[in-house]
């Protein structure tokens, strides 16, 4: 009986472990897609009220333009000229609306190259949070790093490592990793300390 009871019990947790991770990326994929039908909703029904498609085919024509002008954008912004273009019209569209700077800054910290986003820099460290005298530390990822000698880290909480602490402390407490990647310290995060051995064992 109890033999039984384990063998229960251990197909179910089994059947959990392989379709729960599916389950919510399929969610959360759904999700993403009915937030930007939503938003693209407009254009959706102008070509269904154009061409007869069905919306989920109108929705897929629509996306696929979205993402072939964001390439072509970021194409042409590559060149000198798309450079020149683009320093204007940010000068010109952050007087007429003085939020789009700070917007914009946000998008670049999060999304940009390795050069201006420290999330794509990947400089993932361990902090001597509490001193040099206590062995305890915590993980983080360096954001900044300034002239007296001190480092700007974010220290995410897990499981949710979108929220966190910003701390600035002297770089003799920071240990660097530069072989540790962000996702793989982000994955650590979210499973609450797991895999902190695999990142740190250099």
Request: charged share 15%; hydrophobic share 45%.
């Amino acid at each position: 009986m109890n033999k039984l009871k384990l063998f229960i019990r251990k197909a179910l947790f089994g059947g959990l472990v392989v379709l729960l991770p599916i389950a919510i990326v399929g969610f959360l994929f759904r999700w993403m897609f009915l937030s930007i039908t939503d938003l693209i909703q407009p254009i959706t029904n102008k070509l269904i009220a154009e061409y007869g498609l069905p919306e989920l085919g109108a929705d897929v024509i629509v996306i696929a333009l979205i993402l072939a002008l964001c390439f072509a954008v970021g194409t042409f912004v590559a060149t000198g000229l798309g450079r020149w273009l683009h320093n204007h019209f940010d000068k010109y569209l952050a007087r007429l609306a003085p939020g789009y700077k700070l917007v914009k800054e946000i998008v670049t910290q999060v999304f940009g190259d390795a050069k201006s986003s420290p999330f794509a820099k990947g400089e993932v460290v361990r902090v001597q949070l509490f001193g040099e005298s206590c062995q305890t530390t915590v993980t983080g990822i360096v954001t900044d790093k300034h002239t007296d000698g001190t480092v700007t880290f974010f220290m995410p909480t897990g499981p949710n490592p979108t929220s966190g602490n910003i701390y600035h402390v002297p770089e003799k407490m920071v240990t660097y990793y530069p072989d540790a990647s962000v996702e793989q310290m982000m994955k650590s995060i979210i499973a609450c300390g797991a895999g902190s051995s695999e990142i740190f064992k250099n």
